[in-house]
């Protein structure tokens, strides 16, 4: 059984997000690479949980229907994917030509081998060096209780003991998602918060880290690397503070908190210096990119409520400033409609 917990969540965790990301393949070329497929996918799952999640904890429904609508969700994106795929595939293959500079030099392998290195020792470390941290007495259990129980937020996850609705944290069910993963692979959800997790999210932000440093390096390829090799070592040096980004990255990456600076916020930066590119460029801005964005705008609310706030002010300084640099003052109005996700759960934090 457990070999084949481990098969369902990897197919939860790897083949399922890399699959969706078929539907961003128009965001950018750098939309067919996988880390980006495999970014874009996940995001959107997180936007569909959020938005499939949060009506059935506020009106007190059970589990069950979380995991029922998630799956089906989840199966018309594949089915979309497969759709896209086909419809890619009979398109005329375009001639590329390779650039002859492109060759690796010895010293960038060499490079390349010391981040897969790092990358691999700070995986096993993240599961080898687990440990229980004073959050997990609430995150963690509200996941237990979940799976076990049937219940969302209706149980106090201290003693267990039942009590009313916690529509407070019930606006960022990040836990509710760990328990689904537990649910549909029969693996405990301590084991999938504290061994899963910590590998697939960690493996994911370099990931991201990968697509924003060829951003930046673009003429100088050499030095992506590099630029990923100097990231690995501020996170394996990182935890000088208790509530360092790398803190939660590599000891917390099973808290929502985790996965909104290690790997949303990355994401919407990412994706806002590929709106300021194209906005530069005189590109057009393709609706997938827009959908997308706004998936991860949502999936920020899923991980923190405090996201909302965050991604908001992060989202409308850049919208401004590429509306006033660029004299693009069409910008505005789509970026705001991307916002709409943080203004509505905002409101409903106000009123709950």
């Not at 908190?257 to 194209?278: D, H, R, T, W, Y």
């Amino acid at each position: 059984m457990t070999v084949i917990g481990i098969f369902l969540l990897c197919i939860w965790l790897l083949a399922f997000p890399a699959a969706i990301g078929e539907l961003f393949i128009g965001v950018d070329k750098q939309a067919k690479k996988l880390p980006f497929r495999w970014m874009a996918g996940q995001i959107c799952l997180w936007g569909g949980f959020q938005f499939l999640c949060v009506p059935l904890i506020l009106t007190q429904k059970d589990f069950v229907y979380v995991t029922l609508l998630f799956t089906a969700y989840t199966g018309i994106l594949l089915l979309l994917s497969a759709v896209a795929y086909l419809k890619r595939k009979k398109r005329p293959a375009l001639h590329i030509v390779k650039d002859k500079g492109s060759g690796r030099e010895k010293s960038e392998l060499i490079a390349w081998g010391i981040f897969a290195v790092l990358l691999v020792f700070q995986l096993i470390q993240a599961v080898r060096m687990t440990y229980a941290d004073g959050d997990d007495a609430y995150y963690v259990a509200v996941s237990s209780i979940t799976e076990n129980a049937g219940t969302m937020y209706r149980k106090l996850p201290y003693t267990g003991g039942t009590t009313e609705l916690d529509a407070r944290h019930g606006l960022a069910p990040f836990p509710i998602w760990i328990a689904f993963l537990a649910g549909i692979s029969g693996i405990r959800t301590v084991s999938v918060a504290h061994v899963a997790l910590p590998v697939a999210l960690i493996a994911m932000t370099y990931g991201i880290f990968y697509l924003i440093g060829e951003r930046l390096f673009a003429k100088r390829r050499r030095f992506l690397p590099v630029f990923l090799i100097f990231t690995e070592l501020l996170v394996l040096f990182g935890d000088y503070s208790f509530y360092t980004m790398e803190n939660f990255m590599i000891a917390r990456s099973r808290q929502g908190k985790a996965a909104l600076g290690s790997i949303v916020i990355p994401v919407l930066f990412l994706l806002l210096l590929l709106l300021l590119e194209k906005v530069q460029e005189n590109e057009k801005i393709s609706v997938s990119y827009w959908i997308l964005l706004a998936l991860s705008v949502t999936a920020a609310c899923l991980c923190s409520t405090l996201g909302a706030l965050l991604v908001a002010m992060l989202m409308g300084i850049t919208a401004v400033c590429g509306a006033v640099c660029y004299r693009k003052w069409k910008l505005l109005a789509p970026t705001a409609f991307c916002c709409a996700p943080c203004v509505a759960f905002a409101v409903l934090y106000l009123m709950l």
